[in-house]
């Protein structure tokens, strides 16, 4: 069973919606990530938070938004998304912002936009 | 040139066989590298590190060339439940934060 914890699973949302994926991990890691991944496609690097700081935005379109209320918990506030927006949204989670040591990735919220 | 490229494959090899699969990266100050194993339509899995003196775990062997920047993965003995995309992933600083970036996968099938 993984240690990063995402809800929900699955969500299929409308261009007018607004929903929120949410993840969790309880391993004291300092280090918190957003991936989007599409088919057949590698993990894509949307955001970054170190130490509960926003430190990466990779140009993310301002429809995604990001938060991270504390160390345990991060979340991605979708609105007004599109259809090409539709992917596996991954978060993962690291032991600290300046570590080297290896990712630990929830399974993910399948996302579909209507 | 993308930071992490990896041969997309599919390779497709019999059970048994010996597979190997490399990983070049573009940024020189990258400081750790990983092997992660993808099943379809779940999430990444960490299969290894990868460390400067190389290493093994297995049937798997990781070995890491700095001075050519590249990464590679050797697979022997290769079982119908290796077959998965395996992803390269390097940490390399980015505006003094740690950015981990993945390479775009290679596709493993085997074969009975």
């Known amino acids: 069973d993984t240690e990063v914890t995402q809800t929900p699973k699955h969500l299929v949302m409308g261009m007018t919606n607004k929903k929120s994926l949410k993840c969790e991990q309880h391993m004291g890691h300092r280090a918190m990530y957003w991936y989007k991944q599409k088919a057949k496609k590698p993990p894509e690097l949307m955001f970054v938070y170190s130490y509960e700081k926003l430190s990466i935005n990779e140009s993310v379109p301002s429809r995604f938004s990001p938060e991270c209320p504390n160390s345990s918990l991060l979340n991605l506030h979708l609105h007004a998304l599109q259809p090409e927006d539709s992917a596996l949204y991954l978060c993962?989670?690291?032991?600290?912002?300046?570590?080297?040591?290896?990712?630990?990735f929830g399974e993910g919220s399948r996302l579909t936009v209507l | 040139r993308k930071e992490v490229e990896q041969d997309p494959g599919p390779f497709n090899v019999p059970e048994g066989a010996t597979v190997a699969f490399n990983c070049t990266y573009s940024n020189s100050a990258s400081q750790s590298f990983f092997w992660y194993r993808q099943d379809c339509r779940k999430e990444p899995k960490l299969l290894m590190s990868v460390y400067s003196s190389g290493n093994e775990d297995g049937r798997f062997t990781a070995q890491l060339n700095r001075a050519s920047q590249y990464i590679s993965l050797l697979i022997r003995d290769s079982k119908l439940s290796d077959s998965a995309t395996y992803l390269c992933v390097v940490n390399a600083i980015s505006g003094g934060y740690q950015k981990v970036t993945f390479g775009t996968g290679t596709k493993l099938q085997v074969i009975p």
């Open positions: 993962a989670s690291r032991s600290s912002g300046g570590g080297t040591g290896e990712l630990f």
